[in-house]
């Protein structure tokens, strides 16, 4: 995803000399470093300072430039978390806040690492918008979104690297703000964002394999969230289960379900995101997530 | 000046035991912070068996942060000789079934603050420090920070308010290396220098010095003039002791392959064979 992400950015910033990156003392993955090669005066690094990086690309926006800050999700919003609601988004500027390794993808760091929060803190801020692709391909997709957009700042939420192809022969494009259908079925949806969807893929093919008929959607926009998109998946389906990687509370569950007491829905809701803790366990991704009671069996036995 | 008891000869045999042991640990894991252990090694060394004070059972007496959390494992191998972590916690570093991660986890044995996000150390330190000055606790903070973590603002207010608050009893040691994740400290910011002054002129007493020299490290601390805060920049090199790590970017966060592994087994035993019974 990291390099998809760098790969899309550099294609553009060839073309559109206002884009530029800002890196707060982080390798630039892959195509990220040519461009720094290429264009030196488009790629900034702060050093080891992440409050001074927002600062910048909010005053590069301000001259009509469109900065990427970049970094580690939990230093690239967390840390300067207060220069991005003011700098960014209060005057309302088309900067791009690139997070690699939300949820807890950095699972042996420790929850200094671990963008658990990030969803919710995200959305919580007026004029954000927040993105959050599935595999490689939707990351490719919002990224050049976010090189043309104009509407205001972006939290693009990316993974780091390494994970599976999963949209290839999705039933819709990517589109921002929308509900990506992947698949179309008639009992069961599934709604999920990030690269957690390739578990709710699994859990999609385990209640195939009992003979229901499966839907799964992408929310990779959390914000704006596509209200009619989660509405109709509501009253099309008996059941819904949404699955995230990101702390409970103000994520996309807590939403799903306040839209259903909303229009009085009618299907079964279930919800799984990491717990509101912090666990001290250092294994593996999945480890970890199972820890948390993410783990395709988990659900399973949870929607049963 | 106070007599130096610390025995020079011991010190770089266990600095390079504790980088022996290290270099064993990143068998067990695809990546950790080598490079960022070997460069504070004789500094926490220093720290743990040239100043920490001992009550009368035989447990430290003073405090200990480190604030670059990404080089806990110099912190972890001492912690284990010490007999404070036990030897199973470091083969079961990483793994979901230990309780060592590769960032410093406060409440795990010998462990003050949880730190890993870079900056947040220096203030928790200061904190401990006036803590006990006013609670009448006759106990040191050290502190060890990292010179790319010098670049975060929060340090400077940290900096900026230990001697507001008569800190003399927090020493901090900066791990002058040059490097930080994106290559040379240097580089990054070249009107950075020089640190010690800088630090003085925010009333610190600062000391440069060579990071290495365990002896040196102790002198320097037990002599300070005192009354303030103590800042000491020691100049070190990141990587230290195996050759092919010294000054190389890529040994940041990175496990040596079995090759890699055997010559620098090979250098540090090279390394013990000159140091005079
Ligand atoms: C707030 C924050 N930003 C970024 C990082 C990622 N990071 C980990 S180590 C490192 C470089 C640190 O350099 P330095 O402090 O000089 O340490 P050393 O050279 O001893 O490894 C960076 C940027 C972090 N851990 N915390
Ligand atoms: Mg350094």
């Known amino acids: ?304 | 000046m106070i007599p130096n008891a610390f025995d020079v000869g011991q010190a770089r045999r266990r600095c390079l035991d504790w980088r022996r042991r290290i270099l064993e640990v990143s068998q067990q894991v695809t990546a950790l912070h080598v490079a960022p252990a070997f460069s504070c090694i004789e500094m926490v060394d220093a720290i743990y068996f040239g100043l920490m004070r001992k009550d009368a059972a035989g447990a430290l007496r003073d405090g200990f942060v480190m604030s670059k959390g990404h080089g806990v494992m110099a912190q972890y191998v001492v912690l284990e000789a010490l007999g404070i972590l036990e030897r199973q916690d470091l083969d079961e570093y990483c793994t979901a079934k230990g309780r060592l991660g590769a960032h410093p986890d406060y409440g795990n044995p010998g462990i003050e603050a949880s730190t890993g996000s870079l900056g947040h150390g220096l203030g928790l330190a200061c904190g401990m420090a006036y803590a006990d000055r006013i609670q009448g606790t006759d106990r040191m903070t050290y502190c060890i920070l990292g010179d790319g973590e010098m670049q975060e603002g929060s340090i400077w207010e940290a900096i900026m308010m230990a001697p507001n608050l008569g800190l003399s009893n927090l020493v901090a040691f900066v791990d002058f290396n040059d490097f930080q994740g994106l290559g040379r400290t240097r580089e990054t910011h070249p009107h950075f220098y020089p640190v010690a002054e800088k630090v003085e002129s925010f009333g610190w007493e600062a000391i440069d010095l060579d990071g290495h020299d365990s002896a040196g490290v102790v002198d320097a601390v037990r002599n300070r003039k005192g009354g303030r805060p103590l800042m000491v920049v020691g100049r070190t090199v990141k990587g230290k002791g195996v050759s092919y790590m010294e000054n190389v970017a890529i040994w940041h966060y990175r496990s040596p392959n079995k090759d890699e592994y055997v010559q620098a087994l090979a250098e540090l035993a090279a390394a013990a064979a000159e140091i005079p019974a």
């Open chain 1, 1 to 304: 995803m990291r390099n998809t992400f760098a790969d899309t950015f550099y294609e553009a910033g060839k073309h559109d000399r206002r884009l530029a990156v800002v890196v707060a003392d982080i390798s630039p993955a892959g195509s990220i470093a040519k461009f720094r090669e290429d264009f030196p005066d488009r790629f900034i690094n702060t050093g080891v300072a992440e409050q001074v990086m927002i600062g910048l690309a909010a005053g590069m926006a301000q001259r009509g430039m469109r900065p990427f800050a970049y970094t580690i999700a939990t230093f690239t919003l967390f840390r300067p978390y207060e220069m991005i609601r003011d700098d960014l988004c209060y005057q309302n500027l088309p900067v791009t806040v690139v997070g690699i390794g939300g949820g807890v993808t950095y699972s042996t760091l420790g929850a200094t690492h671990h963008a658990q929060e990030d969803i919710a803190l995200a959305c919580g801020l007026p004029n954000m918008a927040v993105i959050a692709p599935c595999d490689p391909l939707e990351a490719k997709a919002a990224t050049l979104w976010c090189t043309t957009q104009t509407r205001g700042p972006v939290y693009l939420r990316l993974a780091k690297a390494g994970e599976p192809v999963l949209t290839e022969t999705a039933a819709e494009p990517w589109e921002f703000g929308k509900l990506r259908t992947l698949q179309r079925g008639r009992d069961v949806a599934i709604i999920a964002y990030g690269p957690i969807m390739k578990m709710a893929m699994e859990v999609a093919r385990n209640l195939e394999a009992s003979g229901k008929s499966v839907s799964v959607f992408s929310c990779h926009t959390v914000k704006p969230l596509d209200r009619p998109g989660i509405e109709a998946a509501l009253r099309d389906h008996a059941q819904v289960v949404v699955i995230e990687e990101t702390a409970p509370n103000g994520a996309l569950g807590m939403q799903v379900k306040a839209i259903a007491w909303e229009i009085r829905a009618g299907c079964r809701l279930d919800t799984f995101a990491l717990d509101d803790a912090f666990h001290h366990v250092y294994g593996s991704h999945d480890e970890l997530l199972a820890v948390h009671g993410l783990s395709a069996s988990a659900i399973l036995a949870g929607i049963a």
